[in-house]
T-cell receptor, first 114, second 116 residues
């Protein structure tokens, strides 16, 4: 079945450090890929997305490139801020006869220290 | 232009009571999805509904849980005879239509259910 695997957290970084959160996927089909962010006590917000191979999604300084050859969609940011502290979820969706449903990874908690 | 509205934000129930969680999708969205987030875990798909139809309920527990999305009004996730293991955050999401998956979903802020 379809699945998403993320690197385990928590990830603790100092402000202005470089961030990478690894995400790999398995899908029988051609998925669209997403990163969602969840701030404490809140719902999920779409951070960025990519719908085909080699697409790069970007938003708020975060980037991720859809790599079909390695089935990966790693999240990166060049310089993190304290306000980036949150839980990040990688997700995929594949359209089938019954429509599509988002499949999430387990989430990676990021903590940025000043 | 309200987003996905869920209520209540917090719900406390005693064991054996019923919990009813409501979700109003974004205006114009006809697809609703329910997810459950257990403590320290990711989001698990529960059910996918369109107006008056359950499309995919492969993630719903076989007993005590039901969902509906009537022609008029919000989608309802109903949990009968709650147990402590039902304590979780329940999130609703909506989408415009299944073909627009490139937009992902829009999530509500969730209902945090605590069973005491």
């Amino acid at each position: 079945g379809d699945s998403v695997t993320q690197m385990e957290g928590p990830v603790t970084l100092s402000e202005e450090a470089f961030l990478t959160i690894n995400c790999t996927y398995t899908a029988t089909g051609y998925p669209s890929l997403f990163w969602y962010v969840q701030y404490p006590g809140e719902g999920l917000q779409l951070l960025l997305k990519a719908t085909k191979a080699d697409d790069k999604g970007s938003n708020k300084g975060f980037e991720a490139t859809y790599r079909k050859e390695t089935t990966s969609f790693h999240l990166e940011k060049g310089s993190v801020q304290v306000s980036d502290s949150a839980v990040y979820f990688c997700a995929l969706i594949v359209l089938r006869n019954q429509g599509g449903k988002l499949i999430f990874g387990q989430g990676t908690e990021l903590s940025v220290k000043p | 232009n309200a987003g996905v509205m869920q209520n209540p934000r917090h719900l406390v129930r005693r064991r054996g009571q019923e919990a009813r969680l409501r979700c109003s999708p974004m205006k114009g969205h006809s697809h609703v999805y329910w997810y459950r987030q257990l403590p320290e875990e990711g989001l698990k798909f529960m059910v996918y509904l369109q107006k008056e139809n359950i499309i995919d309920e492969s993630g719903m527990p076989k007993e005590r849980f039901s969902a509906e999305f009537p022609k008029e009004g919000p989608s309802i996730l109903r949990i009968q005879q709650v147990v402590r293991g039902d304590s979780a955050a329940y999130f609703c999401a909506s989408s415009l239509r299944e073909g627009r998956v490139d937009y992902g979903y829009t999530f509500g802020s969730g209902t945090r259910l605590t069973v005491v």
